[in-house]
């Protein structure tokens, strides 16, 4: 199976933004659902986003107004766009794909993680 690969990432100080891609080498991707996850430093990883296959989106508390998940079928590609963004959104973010939903819930596909990219905001 071939695993997600994120970009995007960088350093950005309090209150910018940063556009987080995830390509998904998938003939199938326009059908299965993707999420996004994060892992502060010295924490442990944890959902940002997840997007259906019909578009449907959910978001953590922590970024919901802050975020936004797309995607990009012709590109086999899901974006997470952060705004104001805050120190404590620093993390490796992870992209993975062809979860699925339980009690509308993402749960991941766990042979499906990418290698993840660096977001680190100054304060």
């Known amino acids: 199976q071939v695993q997600p690969v994120e970009s995007g990432g960088g350093l950005v100080q309090a209150g910018g933004s940063l556009r987080l891609s995830c390509a998904v080498s998938r003939n199938d991707f326009s059908r299965i659902h993707v999420g996004w996850y994060r892992q502060p430093p010295g924490k442990q990883r944890e959902s940002v986003a997840s997007i259906s296959s019909f578009g449907t989106t959910k978001y953590a508390d922590s970024v919901a107004g802050r975020i936004t998940i797309s995607r990009d079928n012709a590109k086999n590609t899901v974006y997470l766009q952060m705004n104001n963004l805050k120190p404590e959104d620093t993390a490796v973010y992870y992209c993975?794909?062809?979860?699925?939903?339980?009690?509308?819930?993402?749960?991941?596909?766990?042979?499906?993680w990418g290698r993840g990219t660096q977001v680190t905001v100054s304060s």
């Open positions: 993975n794909a062809g979860g699925t939903y339980v009690t509308g819930r993402y749960l991941p596909n766990v042979r499906s």
